[in-house]
Each structure stands twice: as structure tokens, then as C-alpha cells.
């Protein structure tokens, strides 16, 4: 098993990269704002199936990596600070554009589109991926036990992340569309902060040192 402590800032690091914008949430907003919150919950399951894919996929593929090849590591630790820079970025950048301006007069989806699209959304996502093959052997260690039982760990405690804030985006997209449209300070300011927690995310990483 992990250690709690380890285990705390890796919800942290969840936490912030499900926050940061992205395919799937752009996708979540968007069906919850014109088809209502019913339709959007209907897209998080597809969402969630599609991180249980990468879960699977990733974490076999970890478990025969990292015992093999113990360069990769490094190799997995340097990517990781690299998009957690390039997401940095991405959140300051001149004119990046408000997630939670959409099109409200796109098509209604029927609910097996909506759930395969979700899915399909999540599973071809390369932000989930390059989360999933860049932190998860920060936080997997021999010692812990099983590098596959302590690979499923993480990602069910990234799922239940995921699955919570992406809830409550779900409910509330209406409204905090509504807010951020009357409170522009606030978008430039929820920018900045994002772009400081995943720095300081990325220069954690980097300064970490390998198994």
C-alpha cells in the first residue's frame, strides 16, 4: 500500500490536472449547458469508462516498464514536468479562451452518442494518458508492495478525483458560466493560480529522485 502521506499529494496533483481545462471537461460543460444536467451525467459515465481504459492499459504497461527498464523513470519524470509546463502555459497564454463560453445552439446527442462520445472523449485524451505514464511512477515503489495493485490504487483514487469535481461541474456549469460572464477578474485570476499550483507541480517533480 502507499503511504497516506505519499497518497495525499497525489490527489493534489489529480485534483489540479481535472481542474485544468481539457477535452473532457470542455465536452462535460458543453452538454450540460445546452442539454441540461441529466445529459451531462450521462456524458461523466462515458468520462469514467474511458479512464477505467487508460487504467487498465497504463498500469499493465507500467508494471512491465518499470521492472525492466529502470531508465524509464527518468525518461517518464521529464515528461511529466514538461506537459505539467506546458499545461502552465496553455492557462496563461494571450487569449486563451473561457471553457465556459459554448455553442447553445449546437444539436441534441441521444444518450447512447452521449455516452460514447464521453468515453471515446476520455479514452483518446492524451492529457489522461500522459498523466497517467508521467506521475504514476513518481508515487510506485518496490517496497509498497505489487508495482500492478499499487498501479490500480492510484487510479482508483484519480477516478474518484475525477469523478467528484467533474460531478460538481456538472451540476454547476450553468451557473458558474452565468458568474464568470459577470466576473471577468475572476477568470484571469483562477488562470494565474493554475498555472502557480502546476509549476510548482512541475519543479516537485523534477527535483524528485529516482527509485
Not at 12 to 31: D, E, H, T
Not at 40 to 54: D, K, N, Q, W
Not at 138 to 159: A, D, H, N, R, T
Request: charged share 10%; hydrophobic share 55%; aromatic share 14%.
Amino acid at each position: 500500500m502507499i503511504p497516506l502521506h505519499e497518497l495525499l499529494f497525489f490527489v493534489l496533483a489529480a485534483l489540479v490536472l481535472v481542474i485544468s481545462p481539457g477535452p473532457n471537461m470542455i465536452y462535460l460543460i458543453s452538454k450540460s449547458i445546452t442539454q441540461g444536467k441529466k445529459s451531462g451525467m450521462i456524458s461523466l459515465a462515458g468520462v469514467v469508462c474511458g479512464f477505467m481504459f487508460h487504467i487498465i492499459m497504463v498500469s499493465f504497461g507500467l508494471t512491465a516498464v518499470l521492472l525492466a527498464v529502470p531508465v524509464a523513470y527518468t525518461v517518464l519524470k521529464t515528461l511529466g514536468t514538461v506537459y505539467l509546463l506546458y499545461l502552465a502555459y496553455q492557462a496563461v497564454k494571450p487569449k486563451s479562451k473561457n471553457i465556459f463560453e459554448v455553442d447553445k445552439n449546437s444539436p441534441h446527442d441521444g444518450v447512447k452518442k452521449l455516452f460514447t462520445v464521453g468515453f471515446l472523449t476520455s479514452a483518446l485524451n492524451p492529457k489522461v494518458a500522459v498523466f497517467y505514464l508521467s506521475f504514476f511512477p513518481q508515487f510506485i515503489k518496490p517496497e509498497y508492495g505489487s508495482v500492478l495493485m499499487q498501479s490500480f490504487e492510484l487510479g482508483i483514487v484519480q477516478v474518484f478525483v475525477s469523478f467528484s469535481v467533474n460531478f460538481i461541474i456538472v451540476l454547476t456549469a450553468a451557473k458558474v458560466a452565468a458568474f464568470f460572464a459577470d466576473n471577468p477578474f475572476w477568470v484571469k485570476a483562477q488562470k494565474w493560480f493554475m498555472a502557480g499550483v502546476l509549476t510548482y507541480l512541475a519543479v516537485k517533480m523534477a527535483l524528485s529522485r529516482a527509485k
